[in-house]
RNA sequence: GCGGCAUUAGCUCAGUCGGUAGAGCACUGGAUUGUGAUUCCAGGUGUCACCGGUUCGAUCCCGGUAUGUCGCCCCA
């Protein structure tokens, strides 16, 4: 344990049984919530040329300048990378293959990214997102479909408290224009800035909008707005995604300053945030990027996506108390004897010829730890085989949930028409 | 990448004003022959994160490293 050659790699986690089983339960939710939407799966490399990431995500983003796992295949010197998040991989998918040439596409993956940072709760260098993104669509129905998607999936998961922030950034030339004027107004005022906004100034100013400083709010709240920057067209779309959210009832915030991190975004940007996860709020966040399937040499096509954080949302789950326990089987068959130890085998797999899941104890044991297995286990019920029963061609069948106090009750049952009994029982104990 | 805090049995944690350590849970065995969860009895739990310094002596004080955590930055 203190050996560092036996750690796993900062930030990159053992997902434990545990927890596996909430993640495979979620997954199994997530499938089932994208395939109502008509969203089918692909699933990319995770590692890709380290250029499709610097073209896609913008060269001068902190992703891109500081987070990746790049490297030299040291066989043959290509330069590769762990993929920091999955939109780029995806419009390579899409562009390499034609998919969108025809017609237009509902696309989703889900799968590990990497992206070197600090690591803390609700963000680590190996992490999972759910990524949804749609090739081929142009107007405001299918962003606002993707995020009437996120209202469902919090629903079916039973989440609480994520709410809904939305902006548009407008076109490119729009948001520039936007830009220019932002910087110029902010060096109008350079004197009112902090060593951060002078930092951002050029690189993100649109962030300085964000200043938790004090001395710093008026004057930003006096800045130009991109809003007023939006040409008719861009405002109609945005009005668009609004209306759509307003007949579906689903409550929103428009923020001026929601801004995406990565290059490629125009128009509609949305995010899915919470306050109880710390400093990771976002567990959703997407928008459109209309400009990246040419910009990466395809032919021009809108498109819309959203990523979710799957750590984030499981912690929400656990700490909204929604992980369930864990998976039980239905049966846990304890044996002693040669002759009842084979017949155990042939029962067990009857058994599970029925559709029953089935522990058969391995190794040695007495019936007293063995039975103790089959009880922390969860199984419904133990088999117990002992030379009796093996002799008879019959197994003793015992319930293992009954009322606190309760012996469970035990019978004797042929081997044949075990699995008829079992199944009637196990439905009735169901249905109590 | 920057700053604060933390790291003691498998888990959750207590403790030693510096003299090599405990609880609960869990685990294992037992309380009449082949029966769990309840009860009773017994038992191992550990280089007190790692490396170095101060000291007669460090798990405790100091420094560094690693990991976690909170915040900043950024983002899912």
């Known amino acids: ?79 590769l990378t762990l993929r920091p998040e999955g939109t780029a991989g995806c419009v390579r998918a899409v562009i390499q293959h034609s998919l969108a040439a025809q017609q237009p596409r509902r696309l989703y993956y889900m799968g590990q990214m990497f992206r070197h940072e600090r690591p803390q709760k609700g963000r680590y260098r190996q992490f999972h997102q759910v990524g949804v993104e749609s090739f081929g669509f142009t107007g405001p129905d299918v962003d606002a479909e993707q995020i009437l998607m996120g209202a469902r999936l919090w629903d079916d998961l039973g989440l609480e408290g994520i709410s ?64 007023d920057f939006l040409g008719p067209e861009s405002l109609a779309h945005f009005e668009g995604v609004q209306q759509v959210l307003r007949d579906a009832g689903v409550p929103y915030t428009v923020n001026p300053r929601l801004v995406r991190g990565l290059d490629y975004y ?27 399937v040419e910009q990466l040499g395809g032919k021009p096509t809108p498109a ?11 912690a929400l789950i656990q700490d909204q108390d929604l992980a369930g326990g864990p998976e039980a089987v239905d049966v846990y068959v304890v044996h002693q004897g040669e002759s009842a130890s084979r017949l155990a085998f042939r029962v067990a797999e009857g058994l599970r010829d029925n559709g029953m899941a089935v522990i058969l104890n391995c190794g040695s044991g007495s019936f007293k730890s063995q039975m103790k297995k089959a009880d922390g286990s969860g199984a419904a019920y133990a088999v117990i085989i002992g030379d009796d029963e093996a002799a008879a ?27 008829a009994t079992l199944m009637e029982s196990i439905i009735d104990w169901e249905e109590e």
């Open 164 to 227: 809904l922030q939305i902006n548009s950034l407008g076109q490119p030339e729009e948001r520039a224009r936007h830009r220019a004027e932002l910087i110029a107004y902010f060096e109008a005022h350079a004197e009112l800035l902090d060593e951060d906004a002078q930092r951002r100034l050029h690189t993100n100013p649109l962030r300085i909008l964000d200043t938790k400083n004090p001395a710093m709010q008026e004057m930003c709240a006096q800045a130009p707005k991109l809003l």
């Open 266 to 292: 125009n128009l509609t940007v949305f995010e899915w945030v919470t306050d109880r996860l710390g400093a990771q709020g976002t567990v959703c966040a997407g928008g459109r990027y209309d400009g990246l």
């Open 1 to 79: 344990m203190s050996q560092k050659t036996l750690q796993a790699v900062r930030g990159m986690n053992d997902i434990l049984p545990d927890e596996a089983e909430l993640w495979e339960r979620f997954e199994e939710v997530i499938r089932s919530w994208l395939h109502s939407y008509g969203y089918r799966p692909v699933r990319m490399p995770i590692v890709e040329p380290t250029g499709l990431f610097k073209r896609a995500i913008g060269e001068v983003t902190d992703i891109v300048e500081k987070e990746m796992y790049s490297f030299e295949d040291a066989l043959n010197g290509e330069q």
């Open 393 to 419: 061609g019959e197994v003793t069948l015992k319930s293992l949930r009954s009322a606190d106090g309760e012996k469970g009750e035990q019978q004797r049952v042929k081997v044949d028409d075990l699995p």
């Open 304 to 314: 819309c996506g959203f990523a979710m954080g799957v750590e984030r949302l499981i």
